[in-house]
Structure formats: C-alpha cells, structure tokens
C-alpha cells in the first residue's frame, strides 16, 4: 500500500474515507499477522498505513469541528 497524500484524502467524502479507514486497519492487521509468522518483506509499510490512518482520522475531525463552528454560527 503507497501513502497516500492528504490532498487526495481531502477530495474523498467522508464515506470514502470512512471506508478507507477501515481497510488500512484491516490491512494493519493482516501485516501484523504476516509479521509475526515472518512473511512480511517490507516492513516500512507498517510506517505508510500509520501515517496515512492518522491523516485520515485528522481530516475527519476537522471536518467534524468545522460542522460544529458552523452549526453554532448559526
């Protein structure tokens, strides 16, 4: 899995990267595995799937906390 950069993640809806989300998670868990019997060759994808659940997550509460600002301007 390549990172992938924020601005891709920002043009996705937050459907998208809910779903997204879940399926770095659910790759995490599969390297892991892998990891532990020792089939994974590459381990800086651990790195990649890290950063890119945290840019994910940190989009979303933006977006979460722009929607109150907003509401409460209202």
Do not use: H
């Not at 920002?10 to 532990?36: I, V």
């Not at 994808?45 to 907003?70: G, N, P």
């Amino acid at each position: 899995m390549a990172s992938i950069y924020s601005a891709e993640l920002r043009a996705m809806s937050d459907d998208e990267l809910g779903d997204k989300l879940e399926e770095l998670k659910q790759d995490m868990l599969t390297m892991r595995l892998n990891y532990s019997i020792g089939e994974l060759t590459d381990t800086s994808e651990f790195k990649k799937s890290r950063r890119t659940i945290a840019r994910i997550e940190t989009i979303l509460r933006q977006r979460q906390l722009a929607a109150q600002v907003a509401s409460e301007e209202s």
